[in-house]
Nanobody, 126 residues
């Protein structure tokens, strides 16, 4: 199993930016896909962005397309989520996930990821 540690969350005004990082350990980083999910109070955990093993393909939920980017540095065992033009509705706990066993990147399910980080809070004020 992979150990994941997120960082970079915080409080930001609407329209601002944050960059989340997720450091991984425990297995060869380049051997598995990675993703970011988020969970707002009272809501289900939802897929935000994903990236394949090489970093050559990325996937996003519609509401963040054009505002968020996901990238990975396999030499540093780290995946990033750059979030721009943040909105109050982006407020949530953001989780890093690894080892995807699903069959599609069309709204992947949390249950299809084997490893999870502890989460980092992102709060966007209006």
């Amino acid at each position: 199993q992979v150990q994941l540690v997120e960082s970079g969350g915080g409080l930001v005004q609407a329209g601002g930016s944050l960059r989340l990082s997720c450091a991984a350990s425990g297995r060869t980083f380049s051997s598995y896909s990675m993703a970011w999910f988020r969970q707002a109070p009272g809501k289900e955990r939802e897929f935000v962005a994903g990236i394949n093993r090489s970093g050559g393909r990325t996937y996003f939920r519609d509401s963040v397309k054009g505002r968020f980017t996901i990238s990975r540095d396999n030499a540093k065992n780290t995946v990033y989520l750059q979030m721009n033009s943040l909105k109050p509705e982006d407020t949530a706990i953001y989780y890093c996930a690894a080892e995807y066993y699903g069959s599609t990147w069309n709204n992947p399910r949390p249950v299809d990821f084997r490893s999870w980080g502890q989460g980092t809070q992102v709060t966007v004020s209006s």
